[in-house]
């Protein structure tokens, strides 16, 4: 069956980096982009951006240009959404999708960035 | 950006009862293709999203049929006919037709 499993969750410290990964199962990864999405304690979704599995690209939502990046292990199936430079603001749970309808989603990433 | 307004915000109902969400849009979804990319979306406690219903009306695969969805252009509604404990959660509706793609603010749906 079809399957986005995401990495443990994360704490950090402002200023420092991390690195989520989002490893798919069960389809042809190349078949189907890659959506990133954001959702703060206690809020909505914020869409973040999507990378083109084929052939790597990513592209970001205004909010999300500069400090974050997605990139491919496609060899693994796997998507990776890296945030340096982490703020307080950076506290969420990331969420992987896929494809154009966002049909399938991982589990869900908690980042908390906390002195 | 496209702004999606759902209305209402919070939703109480009991279990048999029939409730909508309403979900209007800025500007027209409707895509130059001929498709409108305007989906709905169910967040149960403490899970990830779960997909119900594509491009206004179509049916994800395993989502009950009580779920539907209908609407064109600006104005998109989700009924429930007939709830079940098990719905209760927020619903967002999604457009993906304009970039960026958008969420509504959400609508939590509650059980009496």
């Known amino acids: 069956q079809i399957q986005l499993v995401q990495s443990g969750p994360e704490l950090k410290k402002p200023g420092e980096s991390v690195k989520i990964s989002c490893k798919a199962s069960?389809?042809?990864?190349?078949?189907?982009?890659m959506h990133w999405v954001k959702q703060a304690p206690g809020k909505g979704l914020k869409w973040m951006g999507w990378i083109n599995t084929y052939t790597g690209k990513p592209t970001y939502a205004d909010d999300f240009k500069g400090r974050f990046v997605f990139s491919l292990e496609a060899s693994a199936s796997t998507a990776n959404l890296q945030i340096s430079n982490l703020k307080n603001e950076d506290t969420a749970t990331y969420f992987c999708?896929?494809?154009?309808?966002?049909?399938?989603w991982g589990q869900g990433v908690m980042v908390t960035v906390s002195s | 950006d496209v702004v999606l307004t759902q209305t209402p915000p919070t939703l109480s109902a009991t279990i048999g009862q029939s409730v909508s969400i309403s979900c209007r849009s800025s500007?027209?979804?409707?895509?130059?293709?001929?498709?409108?990319?305007l989906n709905w979306l169910l967040q149960r406690p403490g899970q990830s999203p779960q997909l119900l219903i594509y491009s206004v009306s179509n049916l994800e695969s395993g989502v009950p049929n009580r779920f539907s969805g209908s609407g064109s252009e600006t104005d998109f509604t989700l009924k429930i006919s007939g709830v079940e404990a098990e719905d209760l959660g927020v619903y967002y509706c999604m457009q993906a037709t304009h970039a960026p793609l958008t969420f509504g603010s959400g609508t939590k749906l509650e059980i009496k």
């Open positions: 999708a896929r494809g154009e309808i966002l049909d399938y």
């Open positions: 500007q027209s979804l409707l895509d130059s293709d001929g498709d409108t990319y």
């Open positions: 069960g389809y042809t990864f190349t078949d189907y982009a």
